[in-house]
């Protein structure tokens, strides 16, 4: 259940209950999906998100009616379905070369004796040795990765808290893989660690987005119009990341 003290931007990532992998032929094609039956829904509905498609179904639907609306709408599924695979980032080596995405450019990963610990040097960032083992090499990235975003998503939410003329909330990093963000009534906003991939433009809509939280801890008007002023054309960045986040998220 959703905690009834927070709000978060996007979709919960909750694992829901009796979810299993299964397979359907659709035109052809395999088609892997994966269920979630749960008691309170009443409909069958069918999403496709990063982690691919996903079907949610009443707890006591037979699998009749959700092969049904699979082939009903086989070929929407195989169309997105397709997407969803071409957009998916290419395996990664961790090795001197290869690149990561911060702020929405591409950073070349590179290795230098004499670094220890990454920094950044214009569109390079130096990670350690190159005799540095592949799962070192991806802690360090990603630890680092953290840190920016840590960085920067504190210092958007108390610019825009201070905006609000509120006190500055306690910012952390959140690990999931489908929601941006989230505010707690307690004053504690958490924000996706991977969105400081995404041009800095829309994770300053997120951030106004879980900071308005602290005034509305709505979706009301007043709520929206609180996000407006902070990020007039918010709209527009809301629906940009929607739409193409998933070009940036490489990691």
């Known amino acids: 259940m959703t905690d009834p003290f927070s709000r978060q931007t996007e979709l919960p990532l909750v694992a829901p209950p009796c979810a299993n992998r299964r397979f359907i032929a659709l035109d052809g094609q395999p088609i892997a999906y994966t269920l979630q039956r749960t008691r309170r829904r009443r409909t069958i509905s069918l999403l496709i998100d990063e982690r691919g498609l996903r079907v949610a179904a009443p707890l006591k639907a037979p699998q009749q009616a959700i092969d049904a609306m699979l082939y009903e709408h086989a070929a929407w599924v195989v169309r997105k379905v397709s997407d969803w695979r071409q957009q998916q980032p290419p395996p990664r080596q961790w090795r001197s070369g290869e690149q990561i995405m911060l702020y929405g450019a591409p950073v070349t990963l590179t290795a230098c004796h004499a670094t220890h610990t990454p920094h950044l040097e214009a569109d390079r960032l130096f990670y350690g040795p190159p005799d540095l083992a592949p799962e070192r090499i991806v802690a360090n990235v990603r630890d680092w990765l953290k840190r ?95 739409r193409e986040a998933w070009r940036y998220l490489w990691l």
């Open 148 to 242: 920016q975003a840590l960085a920067l998503y504190t210092g958007r939410c108390q610019e825009f808290s201070a905006r609000l003329g509120l006190a500055a909330p306690l910012v952390r990093l959140s690990n999931a893989r489908t929601r941006w963000g989230s505010c707690h009534a307690s004053g504690r906003i958490s924000m996706n660690w991977r969105l400081v991939q995404t041009p800095v433009a829309w994770i300053d809509y997120v951030a106004a987005h879980e900071v308005a939280h602290l005034r509305h801890m709505n979706h009301s008007p007043a709520f929206w119009q609180t996000v407006a002023a902070l990020v007039a054309d918010y709209a527009q960045r809301r629906a940009a990341l929607r």
